[in-house]
């Protein structure tokens, strides 16, 4: 069973940065995908980002391409959701995702079979 906890939410004004983590426990093969997702008020949640665990390919929402970036520490099982250039429309709960697959281009939430619990993004305009 993978849990994954995230951390390193809160508030920040627009044009700032903010760095996500996500600890990740239980994986047993290098075979999977993590995935950054994130749920504005009143919205559905929507893909941010992936990346997989082996070869570190990566794949991006378009509006967050150019200022986010996700890396992953196989050493220290984290992966990270490094944000700049923020914009309030950027505020949302941010979650952490896994999927056993390389596939790391699919950005349906169904795709995903584990979740952390979120973390608060707040951007001030």
């Known amino acids: 069973q993978v849990q994954l906890v995230e951390s390193g939410g809160g508030l920040v004004q627009a044009g700032g940065s903010l760095r996500l983590s996500c600890a990740v426990a239980?994986?047993?093969?290098?075979?999977?995908?993590m995935g950054w997702f994130r749920q504005a008020p009143g919205k559905e949640r929507e893909f941010v980002a992936a990346i997989t665990w082996r070869m570190g390919n990566t794949y991006y929402a378009n509006s967050v391409k150019g200022r986010f970036t996700i890396s992953r520490d196989n050493a220290k099982n984290t992966v990270t959701l490094q944000m700049n250039s923020l914009k309030p429309e950027d505020t949302a709960v941010y979650y952490c995702?896994?999927?056993?697959?390389?596939?790391?281009?699919?950005?349906?939430?169904?795709?995903?079979?584990?979740w952390g619990q979120g973390t608060q993004v707040t951007v001030s305009s």
């Open positions: 995702a896994a999927r056993p697959s390389v596939v790391y281009t699919a950005t349906a939430t169904s795709a995903y079979g584990y």
């Open positions: 239980g994986r047993t093969s290098s075979n999977y995908t």
